[in-house]
């Protein structure tokens, strides 16, 4: 089984940055897709960003217009969403998500199996 456990969430002023990390446990695929995921109250969850554990290939939801990077440290066995220019509409519960598969396999936010609890932010 795999765990993963985000960190790094918290209160800003808009405008500002956070970090976000996702720190992977157990057993993983050598090839899979590792995404970050939001859910504000009330709205659907959506798609932030993904990337493959070769770091070929990333893809963004089109609301983040460049403000965000994904990007993994393999030895450390952890995922980040570097976030800037935060704005209000991006307070939500952001999740880190896991699943197999190939490069392709990142283009589609469907089918990730393995979430974690999430880290709340907060943006004012």
């Known amino acids: 089984d795999v765990q993963l456990v985000e960190s790094g969430g918290g209160s800003v002023q808009a405008g500002g940055s956070l970090r976000l990390s996702c720190s992977v446990h157990?057993?993983?695929?050598?090839?899979?897709?590792m995404a970050w995921f939001r859910q504000a109250p009330g709205k659907e969850r959506e798609g932030v960003a993904s990337i493959h554990t070769s770091a070929s290939r990333t893809r963004y939801g089109d609301f983040v217009k460049g403000r965000f990077t994904i990007s993994e440290d393999t030895s450390n066995r952890t995922l980040y969403l570097q976030m800037d220019n935060l704005i209000p509409e991006d307070t939500a519960m952001y999740y880190c998500a896991t699943k197999s598969g190939r490069p392709g396999a990142c283009d589609s936010w469907n089918e990730y199996a393995d979430w974690g609890q999430g880290t709340q932010v907060t943006v004012s």
């Open positions: 157990g057993y993983t695929h050598s090839s899979a897709c």
